[in-house]
C-alpha cells in the first residue's frame, strides 16, 4: 500500500512537469497558418534549381508573438509541401 501512494504521489507530480518550452508538430496533414508560405496557396515562383526532396527552412512569428520555425520539403512537382512546425511557448518571463 505504502509503495501505491509513493507512486501515485510521483505520477501526479510528474503530469504537472514540461519537457521545454519549445512545442513540436509534425504531422503529414499540417495546415499553413497566417505566415506559413504556403498560407493562401502555393507561392507563384517555382524552385526550378533545388532538387526534389530539398528541405526549405521558415520562420516567422505567428499573430500571438511567438516565434515559429517550419520546414518545407520540394515536391516532383516544385510545390512546396508543408512537413513540420515547431514554435516557442508563450512565455511572460522571457525578453524575445
Do not use: N
Not at 501512494?5 to 519549445?22: D, K, P, Y
Not at 520540394?74 to 512546396?80: A, N, T
Amino acid at each position: 500500500m505504502k509503495i501505491a501512494v509513493v507512486a501515485l504521489v510521483i505520477a501526479a507530480s510528474l503530469c504537472g512537469c514540461t519537457a521545454g518550452v519549445t512545442t513540436y508538430r509534425f504531422s503529414s496533414q499540417l495546415e499553413p497558418i497566417p505566415g506559413s508560405i504556403t498560407y493562401g496557396g502555393q507561392p507563384r515562383t517555382k524552385l526550378t534549381k533545388a532538387p526534389v526532396g530539398s528541405i526549405v527552412p521558415h520562420q516567422f512569428r505567428d499573430q500571438f508573438g511567438r516565434p515559429v520555425y517550419e520546414i518545407y520539403v520540394i515536391e516532383p512537382d516544385r510545390s512546396l509541401r508543408l512537413v513540420s512546425r515547431r514554435w516557442r511557448a508563450f512565455d511572460v518571463f522571457s525578453d524575445d
